[in-house]
């Protein structure tokens, strides 16, 4: 298939993609089947139809607008499905029209969803993380990516090393400091980036979140939504985890490149 034809392939599944990420991330939270009822407006609840249903395109024909009721559509479909396909087409250019540019792409998305659900909803589903974590250890025998055996270790020590922070946290502060959702999100990914992987991620997305949300929830008294922060470094570890790892052992430990 020629590389053109590749990545637009990519991005059309990735908006296939987008488009079931917004079903999942308003309904999962809530318990509800992502396959009955079929998608209705949220507002004047009349189905919607195939045709109404195209990502983005059909956004843009019906003017934003739902056509039963003519209330605004919020902006968060298009955009997900936009940014979802930017994430398969950026795989297929990394990877080529390969099966590790499918794994990077699944994972990406299911660490979208995780990020949308969790600053939405302060909630991390079991089908992300679960589902996900299924999907990690599926895709490990395939070539290009790590071991069997360092996708189960990743996923144990991810597990382990999070449920240990968050014993602590809750020992420390006499209060839940940490999700269980964040500790079976942490499996997932390290089913997908191993052990090492599970590391950097961990120490990313503190940093992230120190940083970004640290200063708000000392002023507001919520809990950080750790899981975007968590996303955001599991996707940085996707795609430079070599290379920020080769950095840290050479200019931080001093070791020969």
Known sequence: MPEIWGLVLAALLGLAVGSFLNVCVMRWPEDESVLSPPSRCPRCQARIAWYDNVPILSYLLLQRRCRACREPISMQYPLVEAATALLWAAAAVRHGVELEALRTAVFLSVLFGIALTDARFYIIPNQFSVGGLA?????????????????????????????????????????????????????????????????????????????????ISLKTGKLVPFGIFLAVGAALVQGWGDVLLAWYATTILGRPG
């Not at 996923?155 to 946290?169: P, Y």
């Not at 006499?174 to 191993?194: Q, T």
């Not at 997305?205 to 200063?215: D, V």
């Open 135 to 215: 999907l990690g250890l599926a895709f490990a025998p395939a070539p290009g990516g790590i071991t069997a055996l360092q996708a189960v270790a990743g996923a144990a020590l991810g597990f382990a090393l999070l449920w240990a922070v968050a014993r602590l946290g809750k020992l420390a502060f006499r209060k839940e400091a940490m999700g269980l959702g964040d500790v079976k999100m942490m499996a997932m990914v390290g089913a997908f980036v191993g052990p090492a992987g599970v590391l950097l991620t961990v120490f990313l997305g503190a940093l992230l979140g120190a940083f970004i949300f640290g200063p």
